[in-house]
């Protein structure tokens, strides 16, 4: 820590700092993930320089930030830091922005954990920005014309197709056996 101190005071002037400094940062948040003061202190350290934006490159150093604040109940603090990261580990981003709604959830409710399915509503009312998902959030509805290959063999068939039906299905719809058996429970769920 006092090596870091010393290069960060070393290095404020320089733009960009030095790849050494970035690394190191990056290995110290993994190391001081078990102290909080320590922690809390080298991220206090490093949103505090001109260097932000760099540190903000280290996915180390974005996970260790948001800890910090999530500990402090500074949930929306740490959703904008995530917003404005430039780590290029976009999953584990949309991951810390989950965790910090569950936190909320969990605070505002008082409980230590939360089921599936208050896990899924929270994704649902808090879906992660465009800047963590430039490609879109993963949609897991079928295509119309997919569900209305489904609708109509459902139908015209049977809906509770055997294994080798399912596996023609799957093939023709470029999907798997098991989407298909599933889809096909859940249509007769619904449909009772």
């Avoid at 948040?29 to 505090?48: H, T």
């Avoid at 996970?63 to 995530?82: E, N, S």
């Amino acid at each position: 820590m006092k090596r870091f101190m010393a290069m960060l005071n070393k290095n404020k002037n320089k733009d960009p700092p030095p790849a050494k400094l970035l690394d190191l940062a990056g290995q110290l948040c993994q190391d001081l993930q078990s102290s909080f003061p320590s922690l809390e202190k080298l991220v206090g350290a490093m949103m505090g320089c001109r260097h932000k934006m760099y540190f903000l490159t280290n996915i180390h150093v974005v996970q260790a930030c948001v800890f910090v604040h999530i500990q402090k109940g500074q949930h929306d603090t740490a959703c904008r830091l995530l917003e404005y990261s430039k780590a290029e580990q976009k999953e584990k981003l949309v991951q810390l922005w989950h965790e910090i709604h569950y936190r909320r959830v969990m605070e505002q409710h008082h409980t230590d954990f939360l089921t599936p399915l208050q896990k899924f509503r929270c994704r649902k009312r808090n879906p992660p920005p465009i800047a963590l998902c430039p490609e879109g959030l993963k949609n897991r509805n079928y295509s119309d014309e997919v569900r209305q290959q489904l609708h109509r063999f459902a139908a015209e068939v049977t809906t509770n197709p055997n294994k080798k039906q399912r596996e023609g299905l799957a093939r023709d719809m470029n999907l798997q056996p098991t989407q298909v058996y599933n889809w096909f429970a859940n249509y007769r769920r619904r449909h009772k």
